[in-house]
């Protein structure tokens, strides 16, 4: 009988290792293909000491630089962005983040307010799938579900992908057990150039008053960091596209000014930042390039620094040691992305 408890054991011990590899084999890699979806799980890999945190959308992870933040003011901060990153999700990544460390600044852009409800799967796997297990990773799946999706498909991500079998490359192999970085703490580089020449023109909204939902999580995350002691900071970057409407900005101005929250539209300081939309975006207006994420992130760095009291650490050797490695990494990442460029 024992005998036979072992075998039954050991049996579903294989099946269990065969199934979590043909999981892994499976999933995306998001490595050379769009690289967004292996943004979220490389929060995990740093290290959890940071003073600032960024939460939001394409408008952050592409916007705003920790390094260049590092550098010029000392500012220890992280960027847990993701594409079309939804407020519920932002909401539990910060819930997720803060079984890690408490930030003393939670930075987050506005743009997600547009969305009423889920959208898009690939979206939000995108930011779901690269959480660790938890109950926040649970409640941000049941918050972003469309109605044809089930929960067991995010528990069990074969049941998602098991159809991949013709679609598998190299790239699944070679990333089977280990993923390259693709962000600098959160933040994606590009150093290419293409001006904002053809930005489509805004079209006439039917209703231009947020909806309930994206509203009431705004309100989760304000309460979260009242709860936390946190300081709660509202942007909007400045991307040209999608277009921001004055009736939002008006709705967001307003709320800010309930709660008594800062609110910075860099769209209206764009020209004081010293955006140039010809040379400083990598896709039309929609990002910031380098040279753009660069300037923005000076100019918020001295707000944060001069208005709302973020520490200079570069003299604290514990922070020093750590972020030293990061930005010869990150010059380093800039060559190389420049050498590329002129293949």
């Not at 547009?114 to 939000?124: K, S, T, V």
């Not at 938890?134 to 972003?144: E, F, P, R, T």
């Not at 650490?313 to 990442?333: I, M, N």
Request: charged share 30%; glycine share 4%.
């Amino acid at each position: 009988m024992k005998k036979k408890l072992i075998k039954v054991i050991a049996t579903v011990c294989v099946i269990l290792l065969i199934l979590g590899f043909l999981q892994r084999l499976l999933m995306p890699k998001y490595m050379t293909d769009i690289v967004e979806g292996a943004m979220i799980a490389e929060y995990y890999g740093s290290e959890k000491n940071h003073d600032v945190l960024f939460l939001g959308d394409c408008e952050v992870y592409e916007n705003f630089s920790p390094c260049r933040l590092w550098e010029k003011y000392g500012i220890s901060s992280y960027v847990r962005g993701s594409a079309q990153q939804l407020i519920w999700q932002s909401y539990y990544l910060l819930e997720d983040t803060l079984r890690y460390e408490k930030p003393q600044t939670v930075v987050f852009n506005i743009m997600s307010l547009m969305h009423a409800g889920p959208e898009n799967e690939a979206y939000n796997r995108m930011t779901i799938d690269g959480m660790r297990w938890s109950s926040s990773k649970v409640k941000s799946i049941y918050a972003s579900m469309l109605e044809d999706e089930k929960f067991m498909d995010y528990l069990f991500p074969i049941l998602r992908y098991h159809t991949r079998w013709s679609e598998l490359t190299a790239e699944d192999f070679k990333y089977l057990f280990q993923r390259d970085k693709v962000t600098y703490e959160g933040y994606y580089m590009r150093v290419d150039v293409k001006a904002a020449e053809n930005v489509p023109r805004p079209k006439r909204l039917g209703n231009y008053d947020f909806a309930e939902y994206p509203l009431s999580y705004m309100d989760k995350i304000r309460e979260l960091c009242e709860k936390e002691g946190i300081d709660l900071i509202l942007i909007k970057a400045p991307s040209l596209y999608p277009h921001w409407y004055d009736e939002w900005d008006a709705q967001v101005v307003e709320y800010a000014e309930k709660y008594d929250l800062p609110y910075y539209n860099f769209l209206e300081t764009a020209d004081e930042i010293g955006v140039d939309f010809s040379t400083d975006t990598y896709d039309g207006g929609l990002h910031m390039n380098l040279s753009g994420a660069e300037k923005l992130s000076d100019y918020f760095g001295k707000i944060l620094v001069e208005n709302h009291n973020v520490p200079d650490r570069r003299t604290e050797e514990s922070y020093a040691s750590v972020w030293e490695p990061k930005l010869l990494e990150y010059y380093e990442g800039i060559e190389e992305r420049k050498r590329a460029l002129e293949q």
